[in-house]
């Protein structure tokens, strides 16, 4: 049998939400099907920060690396899901220290029990920077967390993605992790080569792990 796939990427689409401010979901109908256009072909409007995304360094650091600079390896591998439902503003050391045992270098954590795919959520939760600092001391290379930042939604500062910055780790923001139970899997969440972007969009899928 084929492993299991989760499709943990929210839809976009127009109307999908975005940060405050941030350019939303637009298509248009560059060439449609008629007689001498053989072809439907959109042009799209949007911010890479859209649906499921990976930040780029540069994304918090003005001399930060771009998105397409970036080593794919992060982003392909074994992975985590582990859950800390509704447990607060910040993910906490202690909502996750039941599964950190053997960790792998890819965590994910579900905070909603069910992703508001569908409007803004300024009340997200977001990591504890001293959490990320833990889960990097156990060899953490990506974090991810199912809503749109890893820090507060008024932050000004972005303390979590400091410290991602000072451990040049890599960060997946804005998964769908409803249907997916606590544990390990192939994470597969690959961003698009844009040279000079600050973050990509990126359709992350979870793999059932399989015995050798």
């Not at 909502?95 to 960790?103: D, K, S, T």
Request: net charge negative.
């Amino acid at each position: 049998m084929n492993p299991r796939i989760w499709d943990i990427s929210p839809p976009v689409h127009e109307g999908a939400p975005v940060f405050p401010g941030d350019t939303p979901y637009r298509q248009r109908w560059a060439a449609t099907i008629a007689p001498g256009c053989p072809v439907n072909v959109s042009e799209i409007t949007l911010s890479p920060h859209v649906g499921a995304h990976a930040d780029a360094p540069l994304h918090y650091d003005a001399e930060g690396a771009t998105i397409g600079a970036l080593d794919l390896s992060p982003y392909l591998g074994p992975c985590r899901v582990i859950h800390a439902i509704a447990r607060g503003p910040l993910v906490e050391w202690a909502h996750i220290a039941h599964a950190v045992e053997r960790l792998p270098p890819r965590v994910l954590v579900r905070t909603y029990q069910r992703a508001p795919v569908d409007r803004w959520d300024g009340a997200l939760a977001a990591y504890a920077p001293a959490t990320i600092e833990r889960l990097a001391a156990l060899g953490a290379k990506l974090i991810g967390i199912d809503t749109a930042s890893i820090d507060p939604a008024d932050s000004k500062t972005l303390d979590s993605h400091q410290v991602i910055r000072r451990l040049d780790l890599r960060v997946l923001e804005n998964l769908v992790l409803d249907e997916v139970p606590e544990g390990d899997y192939e994470l597969i969440a690959l961003p698009l080569k844009l040279v000079t972007a600050d973050a990509s969009p990126v359709r992350a899928v979870l793999r059932e792990l399989t015995s050798p």
